[in-house]
Nanobody
Framework: VQLQASGGGLVQPGGSLTLSCTTS????????IGWFRQAPGKEREGVACLSSDDATYYGDSVKGRFTISRDNAENTMYLQMNNLKPEDTALYYC???????????????????????RGKGTLVTVSS
């Protein structure tokens, strides 16, 4: 099982970035997935989670600005981030439980409590 996030970088407030997470070793279309972030000195935060049947959950701080998606044919998941703010600065990483988990409640619980398998992160810095 491998997950590798990419696409981070320096962006000005109000800008956009799209993070990608390439996966291998499992079928992306049959498992729940999520994006998490951790800023220096802060606890891990569940940003966006997607259940096996594509029910979403977004953290309150990113709702309306971030979108999680996946391309099953490419075994890649994405996080589209718009209207970025300095408080979005963090190390972002992708994760999965390697299990079928359906429904919005599953997505919420995954974002709240974390997921089993995670990859190396990609750093997002929002600054002028």
């Amino acid at each position: 099982v491998q997950l590798q996030a990419s696409g981070g970088g320096l962006v000005q407030p109000g800008g956009s970035l799209t993070l990608s997470c390439t996966t291998s070793g499992f079928n992306l279309d049959s498992v729940a997935i999520g994006w998490f972030r951790q800023a220096p000195g802060k606890e891990r935060e569940g940003v966006a989670c997607l259940s096996s049947d594509d029910a979403t959950y977004y953290g309150d701080s990113v709702k309306g600005r971030f979108t999680i998606s996946r391309d099953n044919a490419e075994n890649t998941m994405y996080l589209q981030m718009n209207n970025l703010k300095p408080e979005d600065t963090a190390l972002y990483y992708c994760a999965t439980d390697m299990a079928r988990e359906d429904g919005s409640i599953s997505s919420r619980l995954n974002c709240q409590y974390g997921m089993t398998h995670r990859g190396k992160g990609t750093l997002v810095t929002v600054s002028s």
